[in-house]
């Protein structure tokens, strides 16, 4: 028996395992955002943190958070009637909104619940996501210090520093067939290498589409990942990515071997 099956996962009210997101957007103003959400019932200030928090009530229970997906460690949990907090947004900056949540299934169903009500002038830049999930045991601090995972030793990657190394690389090959060589060789070797623990990075508002789905897959894809390694497996995230390409799942439809 795997050592991870011997642990209790520790997962959210809703449960979801627990795996701090941040989402960013790019956004006009703050009073932009905030005369936009406040169309929420579910959207109001947190007298404790004098943020704006997203609560647990009708509103939004379109989300379809509440179940235990079938994991070890993680008994149903259905929304009791309790006000239950499923996210955070902060202004940090003149033109950016933070959303912080406890799991990829709340980062993703807020997102799309967020798109049509903050338009095309609001975009979604970036996301950070703790690669990993956590042991019940973990949360002796409280789960507030298992929040500050999100600013622990942050990867932040941009994608045109990887396209460029990897330009670079394929053109030493002085041939067409060279080239072709050394493009394999890159991806092979790229396999291995697997996310940071935390890891910013960016997201493609002119490629996403109403149900967030470039979102939803990116964030996915880690959870199964996570729910790998949790299982004792070490795999890479494009080994998962390959594994479940192969099959013709979607990210959601690979999250135990």
């Given amino acids: 028996m795997p050592l991870s099956e011997k642990k209790t996962l520790l997962v959210t009210t809703t449960g979801e395992p627990y795996q701090p997101v941040r989402l960013k957007w790019v956004v006009p103003s703050k009073a932009y955002c905030l005369q936009r959400l406040k169309q929420l019932e579910c959207v109001g200030l947190d007298a404790e943190t004098n943020l ?11 989300l379809k958070l509440g179940v235990s997906h079938g994991l070890p460690g993680a008994p149903p949990s259905p929304l009791d009637g309790r006000l239950v907090i499923l996210g955070t947004f902060r202004f ?5 909104m933070v959303l912080e949540v406890r799991s990829i299934a709340r980062a993703t169903a807020i997102a799309r619940l967020l798109r049509p009500l903050l338009g095309a002038s609001a975009k979604l830049t970036r996301a950070r996501v703790v690669n990993r999930w956590f042991a019940a045991s973990e949360v002796a601090d409280g789960l507030s210090a298992l929040d500050t995972w999100l600013d622990r030793n942050v990867t932040v990657i941009h994608w045109e520093d990887a396209a460029n190394e990897m330009d670079a690389f394929i053109n030493q090959g002085k041939t067409q067939h060279e080239r072709q060589a050394r493009w394999a060789q890159w991806h092979e070797a ?6 940071p623990l935390v890891e910013d990075f960016p997201c493609h508002p002119e490629d996403e589409n109403e149900q967030m789905g470039d979102l939803a897959n990116t964030l996915n894809f880690r959870f199964v990942r996570a729910s790998r390694h949790w299982a004792g497996e070490k795999v890479t995230l494009t080994e998962v990515i390959e594994e479940i ?3 013709g799942l979607s990210p959601s439809g690979l999250t135990r071997r």
């Fill in 245 to 247: 390409v192969a099959e």
């Fill in 92 to 96: 940090p900056e003149v033109k950016s």
């Fill in 190 to 195: 790229r396999r291995k290498v697997d996310v």
């Fill in 52 to 62: 704006l928090t997203f609560w647990n009530i009708a509103e939004a229970h379109q």
